[in-house]
Structure formats: C-alpha cells, structure tokens
C-alpha cells in the first residue's frame, strides 16, 4: 500500500451518525390539526361576532394565529442537525442551526474525550467531547432513548480507533 492509500485508508469513517430532532407530528397531521383548529376558531369567533360579542371573535382569531406560530416555531427548530464522524485521524462534529448556519469542530481521536452526565431515573441529561482545551455538547436535542444508543455507539466507535495503533 502507497503512502496516500495508507493516508486515505486511515482517514475511512469508522463511525459516522447524523443526528436530527424528533418530531411526533408529521408534516400531514399538523395540517389536519390546523385545519380543524382553524374551524372551530372560525366557527366560534363568527357564532361571538354574530351575537355582539365582537372582541371575543378577534380573540379566537388570535389564538389560531398563535397556535399557527407556534408550530412554525417548533417546525423550524426541527430543522437543526449535527453529522458526526469519528476515523483514526479525526473526530468531526458538524452542527447545523435551523438558519443553515454552520459550526465545524474537529478532534484527535486519541485526545478526545467523551463525558456523559447521567441521572439515575431520567438518564443521559448531556453528551460533551473535550479534547486540546475545546469542548462541546452532542445531541442535545435527542430524546433519551436515542442519547442512550447514540452514547454507547459514539464510546464503541471512540475505542475502536484509540485500539488500532
């Protein structure tokens, strides 16, 4: 094997994971959930109006037009993602906010350490990488279940490149 081949062979993920938000409400059930909220707005705020109680029909109209921001709101933060990459030579961590801003950090596999801070009934609370004075968290956004299997793959792939020397 050439020199750039051996390069090239060390620098094949071992690991590689993308991690996104869950969200329990597809794009298809937020529409029914708008659709029906938005007529029994409708609905009562014109039944207020109707009987001259005007105000408390702009009310309801308030309230769909809050509920309506609040959903963009949470579908826009569902748009947050971090792709993470651990080889011999490097452990990339790249975030991605829901504006497609981008922030890269980068790790030697060999100095990088991962820090998992549990609680006994909830579980992981938080996942960090530290390594060469720099330090940052990994899937904040995930719910326990995928902090959990997330972790013990991240550790598995970290030990794996620290044994192949």
Not at 17 to 35: C, I, Q
Not at 75 to 103: H, L
Not at 104 to 109: D, G, R
Not at 127 to 148: A, K, V
């Amino acid at each position: 094997m050439t020199e750039s081949n051996a390069e090239r062979a060390n620098d094949k993920p071992v690991f590689a994971a993308e991690l996104f938000p869950y969200r329990s409400l597809g794009r298809k059930g937020f529409r029914v959930l708008l659709l029906l909220s938005g007529a029994v707005c409708f609905m009562y705020g014109m039944f207020f109006i109707v009987t001259g109680a005007w105000p408390i029909g702009f009310f309801f109209g308030l309230d769909f037009a809050l509920l309506y921001g609040a959903f963009w709101l949470n579908y826009r933060s569902g748009k947050a993602r971090e792709e993470v990459t651990v080889s011999r030579t490097d452990v990339a961590i790249r975030k991605f906010a829901p504006s497609g801003r981008m922030v890269e950090h980068h790790f030697n596999p060999f100095w990088a350490r991962f820090l998992v801070r549990r609680h006994q009934e909830i579980g992981i609370l938080s996942m960090h990488i530290f390594g060469e004075g720099r330090r940052t968290d990994i899937g904040s956004f995930l719910n326990p279940d995928d902090r959990e299997s997330f972790a013990r793959a991240f550790k598995g792939a970290l030990a794996t490149v620290k044994q192949r020397i």
